[in-house]
């Protein structure tokens, strides 16, 4: 039967997003509940402390009370929907707060729904201030996933697939301020960068990268535009990730933590240089529902949260905690993690492999703590819990990760081939203290009984075809259709292609030894979910999970037969 998990997996995979439903099914995520501060529950009612912010969105945590109240009183007042036409009290408001927060170096705000709608309007705001056409980004970017910032990151497989892309953008290495020198020229419109690169791997820049950047922008005539959709509110130490590396953009793009992790907000912050084009060509800027009264006033607690001062000197504190944990961890376990890197409550351990990524991150939603990998660097596992997660709890996530670790260095013998990757297929080899045609008879009955995926590895065959197999993801049962074949050297099972394999099959051979009294029994597992760029780093996860039960089964059956 299957269960509530696998029924709403199985849809999102039919009606929304496949590789996302897979992913989320093999780390053995659950359906959300209710959440709080740093903690979310799932449908059992477990609780989830998170060491991720679910890439800026939940930087002030779940229902973050402060946030709760602000919507509660915007929907008692019943002013909830925009006329467009009529001067709206709490957009206005918004707009001068962000002013004064920039100290009025950047006066103005146009506000939106999302990060590429609002990178978008930046890019609109560069061409027409300065009547120019090339922009100039850093590899590794990540700006959204409309055609235009897709094109700003000009990731050859987005282009493959989505391409021809927007030309006038032009890559160069992030941190490299020579090359950045040469690429700009008389035809920039802008460089277009992120303080730090996110989902490349959390990449911090040099420290006097971004002020060298905003020199060779000045000098050449060029605008400075600072994509902060993750590094604002605090996250880098400051309200705004530009004031820690002492520049100031011409153009400034914040969202994701701004909607307090409810609604969708957005905003490009911009010079009285760079706003010419919202005088002249007004009716080329617009959002149907961004800037809401609703969303500008969570978007106000939420600068009202992330600006106070003790607020951010708890971030300093937990930015510490976090720096100097994951420094040791790196030290310590130099045979997985290739390196730390990191600035504020924003870090990553980088993994020498995906599927170690994957492995850890498995294992810390089975102990109740969630994370996620970089979207372009799946070997990444980031650390960037909610900026308001206690101190108390932020030692507890990271003592379970430090755990892990020891427990992964520890088994990577097992569990990884000699050149760091997945064993896959997977094999081992017993020898049993029985003739061939005894175990054989008994593989016939039990088909499954050396089967690292079967629910009921002991129950007798039934039909050749299975179409309510009981399988098993981690503990957790998940139904798939299976088919037995009988050889006569023993069996092959093989699951249907579905939503979850794409290929699944384990097989069971049985030879005599030389004195025919003795058996030898080799058992191959192979699978690909079909994940695309996340094969790797699931298999990380499924190639634990079958090794550690094919070890039960085998030691098991070798104590009785042996």
Sequence with gaps: MRTRRQTLAESKAAHNHPAYSKMAFVMG??????????RVTDERGRSFLALFDQYGNQSFGYSHPRVVSAIREQLDSEVLNSTK????????????RLAELTGNRLPYAYLANGG?????????????????????????CFHG????????????????AFGPFMDRFRQVRFGDIGELAQAVDSDTAAVLLEPVQAEAGVIVPPPDYLARVREVCTRAGALLILDEMQTAFGRCGTFFAYERFGVTPDLLC?????????????????????WGALRTLPSSFGSSLGGNPLSCRVGLESIAIASDASFLAGVDERARVIGDRLAAAAADFPDLIAEHRGVGMMHGLEFRDEALAGLVLGRLLAEGI????????????RVQPPMVIPTEELDHGLDVLAAILTEVSADREA?????????????RTLRLGRRPKVVLDLLRNTPHLLDPFAARPGARATAPVDPEFAGTLGGDTVVWTDRTEIHDEGVVLRAEPDWLWDRLERSVVVRPLADEETS????????????????????????FLAAQRLTELVTRLEEQWT
């Design 85 to 96: 036409i009529m001067f709206e009290e709490e957009q206005i408001r918004l707009t001068e």
């Design 520 to 543: 030898v029994v080799e058992v191959r597992v192979d699978w690909d979910t079909g994940s695309g760029a996340y094969e790797e780093m699931l298999a990380g996860r499924i190639g």
């Design 370 to 381: 969630t994370s996620t990998y970089s979207l372009y660097n799946t070997a990444v596992l």
């Design 145 to 160: 996933k409309t055609f235009a910032t897709l094109s700003a990151s000009g990731r050859p497989e987005h282009r493959a």
């Design 29 to 38: 995520c659950g359906v959300q509940g209710p959440g709080r501060a740093g």
């Design 254 to 274: 914040i969202g994701k933590a701004f909607g307090g992790g409810v609604v969708p907000i957005s905003a490009v912050l911009g010079t009285e240089a760079v």
């Design 116 to 140: 590429g709608e609002t990178i978008d309007n930046a890019l609109k705001l560069a061409r027409a201030a300065t009547g120019r056409s090339a922009f100039v980004t850093a590899a590794g």
């Design 415 to 427: 569990t990884r081939r000699e050149d760091g990757a997945v064993p896959r297929p997977l094999v």
